[in-house]
């Protein structure tokens, strides 16, 4: 079966500090990879979606990048966190072709930038 | 993508059903319609899915009329555990990938 795992669970950094998030999905392959994020009491954000290595799309302008060195691992880098960085990232993958492409979800990291 | 209107917020006592609705007026011929449920510090996870008419599963049912540009999500005899954030989706998955936009979804309050 497939599983998502995301790393830290939680992590409290310095503004002005860099970041890396990582998110590894076992049990499929050739998975397509989404970074979201999620402020306090609001909707998911989709930062960053990726249909293969190296290919990375950004849907919103930020200090955040991404990267996919491999085909089932995604990373959310910044090398400066801002403030505004803080809330709760979420990392899902999804197969295509599959019927209306259902995603999936980690469990998730939150982040506090102080 | 088809954009997707649902209630911000719902009140429901223990027991009864709840019928939460989304709106997707401009739904393309290949969208599928999701339906995740989302607790607190935790990721969405998948509930139903459907094209049109009629899906149940275990969980829920999801009622779709003919022209699609609706869709219900029932929840039969919610539990304190029902309490949760729920979200409308609409997407076709053709392609290399579905880029979808959760909204803020609508918050369900299962009160005992």
């Known amino acids: 079966s497939q599983t998502i795992h995301q790393w830290p669970a939680t992590l409290v950094q310095p503004v002005g500090s860099p970041l890396s998030l990582e998110c590894t999905v076992e049990?499929?392959?050739?998975?397509?990879l989404y970074w979201y994020r999620q402020a306090a009491g609001r909707g998911l954000q989709l930062l960053f979606y990726?249909?293969?290595?190296?290919?990375i799309s950004s849907e919103v302008p930020q200090n955040l990048s991404a990267s996919r060195p491999q085909d089932r691992q995604f990373i959310l880098s910044s090398k400066k966190l801002l403030l505004s960085d803080s809330g709760f990232y979420l990392c899902?993958?999804?197969?295509?072709?599959?019927?209306?492409?259902?995603?999936?979800f980690g469990p998730g990291t939150r982040l506090l930038v102080l | 993508l088809a954009k997707t209107t649902q209630p911000i917020s719902m009140d429901s006592y223990e027991g009864q059903e709840v019928n939460i609705t989304c709106s997707h007026n401009n739904i393309a011929t290949n969208d599928y319609i999701t339906w995740y449920q989302q607790f607190p510090s935790q990721g969405p996870r998948f509930i139903i899915q459907g094209y049109k008419t009629k899906v149940t599963n275990e969980v829920a049912s999801l009622f779709i009329p003919a022209d699609r540009k609706s869709s219900t999500l029932s929840l039969p005899r919610v539990s304190l555990s029902d309490t949760a954030v729920y979200y409308c989706l609409v997407g076709d998955g053709s392609g290399g990938y579905q880029k979808v936009t959760f909204g803020t979804g609508t918050k369900l309050q299962v009160i005992p």
């Open positions: 990726s249909v293969g290595i190296g290919q």
């Open positions: 899902a993958w999804s197969v295509t072709g599959t019927r209306g492409e259902t995603q999936y």
């Open positions: 049990g499929t392959s050739n998975p397509n």
